[in-house]
């Protein structure tokens, strides 16, 4: 096993945000979890004395508790993330690193690792409220699994974002407060920007007058560049039934791939030349 | 073995190393010295591979610091200036992680974790958290941790830093007891006490440069005695004006200082060189009450060469 690996896992879970987090994170989700499942059931139509078809609610509940453990993630990996670099800095124990026989590939993976493990953790302990939605139908394991994976992905490539930034910045806080913005522009500033490609588009084909019976052609895919870096359209995508021959959640993949590749490249340059900033 | 051959380093526009040269053979205790800002702690950084010379090159037992780090890592340890450590793990903890950095294997893992507390005193500490060792514990640990592997060299930053009396007396010890078993000792100092008991050579750092004495030398021998000058020092009862200028007339004495009612001079020669000068002045009749002769220590010679350097110096 890579030694930074233990290193970090052994340090991590003698914080006392080791036993809080996952409490707290599995708080939220249950609470949630009963909220969606509440308010949908006095939406239903069995309220007013209809049918209910436990299909729905399981969907909807399925779906509130992938976005909702998507939303809690992405406020985590930053803190997992992008102060394990600094930390070294800070501690002054990043020469020793580097003057022993760990390569600044060894260092990133073993940080990159241990911080991927810990959300993983949290994703895992969350299966089961997620499962609950089985019980209520409409859902499969294929969704979950689908669902989960992508989560994995977003969240690895936000991590070894948080890791990039850490190589760069001295303090802590400097590198999480960036890797927060980043993850501001990904979810929010991708989706505003999508959301006036699309009302432009709308309104250009408004203007436009066609036949009877001659509907407006489709958004080209290309406007929709800005909602394959959005984390929770890569999500959406995992669920999604698609005829392209490629599939939105395939190209979000590919985004989130290169983006966490691109991120440790540079992460590995930045810890190789750490010593010369002295 | 170390060979350092015309290294430079620029930080921006400031100079921090420039056109530096030094050997230092196998088994030596070699000291550095100079001011602050002189140099010594990015000297040894590009030795230790953290950052690389902007010109010039050196050399770790043969192998290039720029060229090849990674050989090089594997044959030194490295105690920086301000070394840090994880609070939050127990001193055998430390030790274990920094075996499996050095990517050593059991049983040898075992052996070296075994041997640096043993080393270091810290074998009924080694359940402790770090943070609850004192200083100079925690420095002990950070060389424990730097002998780990077996390096056959050391490059110390400033390692007496900060620690008390009787931890530097320890220290000093144990870099002799290494230095006797073969390792090669490369160590900087502001402490030129420590260094004189236990460094066989220093070499002068100014400006990231080489420094010489004034004798010319940049690099002071410190393990036989020096027959070529000598200081002298008097306190005189009544005039030092005059005599001050009855040691004017000795041929070869240069004035070092007069503080007090004392004299201070140096002259080339050997010991009988001192007494010849006491003998000039009490036959010019000058009342001498207290005589001390010797050859120049560290401080001594440190003071000749960069005294005229500070602001308020000799020029």
Known sequence: MNPMIRKELRQRMRERRSWILPSIYIGVLGAVVAMAYFFTLSESPWQRGGDIQGAQIGVTVFI?????????LLLLAPVFSAGSLTIEKEQRTLPMLLTSLLSPAEIWYGKFVSALLFLTLLLVSALPVLSLAFSLGGVGPAEVVRATAMTLLVLASISALGLYFSSIF??????????????????????????????????????????????APEMPRYYSIPLYLNPFYAVTSALMHTRHKFPDWLICTLVFLFLGLAAAFLAFRNIRRRGESG | M?????????????????????????????????????????????????????????????????????????VIGYLPDVPGLYQDMRVEEFLEFFADAFHLREPRRRQAVDRALARSGLERRRNDFVEQLSFGMKQRLVLAKTLLHDPPVLLLDEPATGLDPLARIELRELLKELNREGLTIFLSSHILSDLEDICTR?????????????????????????????????????????????????????????????????????????????????????????FDSRGPGLEERYRQAFEKNRPGGEQ
């Open chain 2, 2 to 74: 170390i060979e350092i051959e015309s290294i430079g380093k620029h930080y921006g526009c400031r100079v921090a190393l420039e056109n530096f040269s030094l050997r230092i053979e196998s088994g030596e205790l070699f000291g550095l010295v100079g001011p602050n800002g002189a140099g010594k702690s990015t000297l040894i950084k590009i030795l230790a591979t953290l950052q690389p010379p902007d010109s010039g090159r050196a050399r770790v037992n043969g192998k290039d610091v720029t060229a090849e780090p990674s050989s090089v890592r594997a």
């Open chain 2, 202 to 290: 220093v070499a002068l750092i100014a400006d990231g440069r080489n420094a010489a004495g004034l004798d010319g030398q940049s690099v002071l021998s410190l393990s036989a005695p020096s027959d070529s000058r000598v200081a002298c020092e008097v306190e005189v009862l009544g005039d030092l004006q005059f005599a001050t200028r009855a040691s004017s007339g000795f041929s070869g004495a240069q004035l070092v200082s007069t503080q007090g009612q004392r004299l201070r001079v140096e002259l080339p020669g050997g010991s009988e060189q001192g007494t010849a000068w006491l003998q000039h002045l009490l036959s010019a009749g000058v009342k001498i009450v207290h």
């Open chain 1, 64 to 72: 509130t508790v992938v976005f909702a453990q998507l939303s809690l």
């Open chain 1, 170 to 215: 001295r303090r802590s806080v400097h590198s999480t407060a960036v890797t927060y913005a980043a993850v501001i522009a990904l979810t929010a500033i991708t989706f505003i920007v999508f959301t006036m490609i699309e009302s432009h588009w709308q309104t250009k084909q408004a203007q436009i007058t066609r036949p009877a019976g001659v509907s």
